[in-house]
């Protein structure tokens, strides 16, 4: 297994990196965030663009997962589009690249599978196979990926009743079972209880992004609180 995969093990992994109007989002303040949380103890750090890849692996010795966003026709969001992002988060100095690899068709033509044989004989850079259902996990992991991931389970037309405050434990549970890669839990985990939790259902490292990152987010979810007693 690739060193900077083993020293995610047991580990979490933190997400830093804010979008359109957050006051955040800036390679600043995600470095501010990934220095923090290298502090803190976190295993790896995981960032979006090349810019915040850039500054991330300047300011921390952890290992640093590289994230390109993109979109499909429909709206849905896209992790890692086309070869040329690819090529971005490796040069800029991600040493484990995430691809989206579900069902649908990218813009290029390829659905997530075909994408990550393509890249899988491309490159020998590690990979997270980002999915949203057990099947998905299952074939990314028979086509190479190093890494499944649980990240876009009810972020998907077909899994969007998923889309609650909870992780998909079922979804971890099942495919830490079942295959022979490790297995990232992502995706709702807010307390260190559910992190706690989604390592007991096999999971191999977790991953928390707005409950660390994104002061917005965590606001937004007291002020919702309050205002519905």
């Not at 804010?18 to 790896?44: M, Q, W, Y």
């Not at 429909?74 to 890692?80: A, I, K, P, R, S």
């Not at 992190?195 to 002020?223: D, L, N, Q, W």
Request: charged share 25%.
């Amino acid at each position: 297994m690739p060193g900077e995969i083993e020293k995610l093990r047991k580990g979490v992994i933190v997400l830093c990196h804010a979008e359109g109007d957050d006051p955040f989002n800036a390679p600043i303040h995600t470095t501010a965030f990934a220095k923090a949380a290298e502090l803190g103890g976190a295993a790896g750090i995981r960032t979006q663009g090349s810019d915040n890849i850039k500054a991330v692996r300047a300011a921390v010795r952890l290992p640093v997962i590289g994230v390109a966003k993109g979109g499909y026709d429909d709206g849905w969001v896209l992790v890692t589009p086309d070869l040329i992002d690819v090529e971005n988060i490796i040069e800029a100095g991600a040493d484990i690249v995430v691809l989206d690899v579900t069902n649908r068709v990218r813009p290029n033509g390829m659905d997530g599978f075909q994408f990550l044989e393509v890249v899988r004989r491309r490159y020998t850079v590690p990979l997270i196979a980002d999915i949203s259902t057990y099947e998905e996990g299952l074939r990314a992991a028979e086509l190479g990926a190093d890494i499944i991931a649980t990240t876009l389970s009810g972020y998907t037309q077909y899994t969007e009743d998923l889309a609650d405050d909870f992780p998909d434990f079922n979804l971890i549970e099942r495919l830490a079972a079942e295959i022979h890669v490790p297995v990232i839990a992502e995706g709702r985990i807010w307390t260190p209880g559910e992190a706690a939790h989604a390592m007991k259902c096999g999971a191999y490292a977790i991953v928390v992004g707005s409950a660390i990152t994104r002061p917005r987010r965590i606001t937004e979810r007291f002020v919702h609180t309050i205002k519905s007693l």
